[in-house]
């Protein structure tokens, strides 16, 4: 069973943090625009989102990775 834990974005370093955002962003699968976006747009979009609270970053300790997870999503699997 999976244990998640919330990482405050004010607690990673900015040059950890942006590293993070271009490695997500660089993702198979993680553009979905009909428009082909720059990594900086990406990474500066997650940023945005990030601040504005409409993502979270989850650290799964079970499985010992991280991830960004919509609010909701990371309120259910807090909850669980």
């Known amino acids: ?11 990673i370093e900015p040059d950890v943090l942006q590293a993070m955002l271009e490695e997500f962003a660089s993702r198979d699968g993680t553009d979905y625009s ?16 990030l601040s504005s609270g409409e993502l979270a970053i989850l650290y799964d300790t079970s499985g010992e990775h991280w ?9 259910e699997l807090l909850n669980a």
């Open 1 to 11: 069973m999976s244990q998640f834990l919330e990482i405050p974005v004010s607690r």
């Open 67 to 75: 991830d960004l997870i919509q609010r909701d999503r990371a309120t």
């Open 34 to 49: 009909e428009q082909e976006r720059s990594l900086a747009q990406k990474v500066e979009s997650l940023q945005s989102q």
